[in-house]
């Protein structure tokens, strides 16, 4: 999958555009700026414009090629980034130390999936906020982009109960239409959450 990965960010286009996803642009322009964890986070788009607001980004990938990507999309808005390639799977970030963690169509197995989430909310100091937007599993009918595994495709319930510990400032699951590239594009069924760590 990583070679998949690194072949699809390999060409000039930033394959979801360079404009932050939606969902997340509006719920970190809410927050005050401090530490951001951005795991999966591809070609940078979402680490930039948090950096422009502010934010001390990590940005977490197993692409050598998104990094790059992620870099010169730094140096276009002049902001820095600290990118770092690791394999989620194996990927332990620091606990208690971010102010909120982006994770956006993020899709994994389950197993990985309610791993990657445990330490995810083991890295947040109290007050914390996770900002998510995945493709529900309804999305398999759509080719606006996303997963065809249904394991991959995550339900409400995935959610509500990875971040049972998390107090639920959003939730929902929506018919929404994507313009984010000619891969995020049309009508998808999203499942949108915000969490607090108490």
């Known amino acids: 999958m990583k070679e998949v990965w690194n072949k699809r960010f390999a060409n000039n286009e930033f394959i979801y555009g360079k404009k932050p996803n939606l969902f997340f642009s509006c719920e970190i322009e809410k927050l005050s700026p401090g530490k951001l964890l951005l795991p999966g986070e591809g070609e940078g788009r979402n680490g930039v414009y948090a950096a422009k ?30 990118y770092i390639i690791n394999d ?13 963690v982006g994770l956006i169509f993020l899709h994994m197995n389950p197993e990985l999936r309610e791993d990657i989430h445990r330490k995810v ?17 309804e999305q398999i009918n759509n080719s606006s982009g996303g997963p065809k595994d249904l394991d991959l495709l995550y339900s409400l319930e995935d959610i509500f109960t990875d ?36």
């Open 53 to 82: 607001l502010g934010w001390e980004v990590d940005a977490v990938d197993w692409s050598e090629k998104g990094k790059e990507k992620a870099e010169k999309l730094s140096s276009e808005f002049n902001v820095k980034i600290n």
């Open 88 to 100: 989620l799977s194996v990927y332990n970030p620091k606990e208690n130390y971010y102010d909120a």
């Open 121 to 137: 909310v083991n890295s947040m100091k109290s007050g914390g906020v996770v900002i998510l937007e995945s493709y529900e599993k």
């Open 163 to 198: 971040f049972s510990d998390l107090n639920i400032v959003s939730f929902s699951k929506e018919t929404i239409e994507l313009n984010e590239s000619s891969h995020h594009h049309g009508q998808a069924e999203v499942v949108r959450y915000v969490g607090l760590k108490p």
